[in-house]
């Protein structure tokens, strides 16, 4: 099941579509105790950033449809702990349908971030929950591998 389409607006203002017309890489998390997960893969998403400019990477805060009433007092949150401008550019909360956010996206539950590989098509070609490591991050450059050469084909 493809992920559903997904607009949303990021911390500098610029909306965004995903699926897009490029691989997409979502780091999604599900509530702000999983913050330190989170940011575990900030420093391996800003190296794919620079070494692989054709991909769009995006951190999500996937949150009920009813959260955008607070749509003001969430972003002022974000852009507190989050002043750099690369950074604001590349980070939007995601008002949603989030059981079928999860269910699309191939995940179990909402307990830990996600990691996710989106094609362009929006089917999720790798996905992973938790914090980074140097495995998962091998697995994540294998998978980046695949889905980036099979939409160039």
Do not use: C
């Not at 938790?130 to 994540?140: I, K, S, Y």
């Amino acid at each position: 099941m493809p992920i559903p389409t997904l607009k949303v607006r990021t911390l500098a203002g610029d909306e965004v579509a995903i699926p897009a017309e490029r691989t997409t890489i979502v780091l999604a998390a599900f509530a702000r105790d999983q913050r330190s997960a989170a940011e575990s893969w900030v420093p391996a998403l800003r190296r794919i950033m620079s070494d692989r400019p054709e991909l769009r990477v995006l951190g999500l805060a996937v949150l009920p449809s009813t959260a955008r009433l607070m749509r003001g007092l969430i972003e002022r949150g974000f852009r507190k702990h989050a002043p750099d401008p690369a950074y604001a550019a590349m980070v939007a909360p995601a008002f949603t349908n989030v059981p079928r956010f999860v269910a699309a996206a191939g995940l179990n539950d909402t307990s830990k971030p996600a990691l996710l590989v989106i094609a362009p098509t929006g089917d999720v070609v790798w996905r992973h929950a938790g914090p980074w490591t140097p495995m998962v991050a091998e697995q994540l450059a294998a998978a980046l591998s695949g889905a980036t050469s099979a939409a160039s084909a």
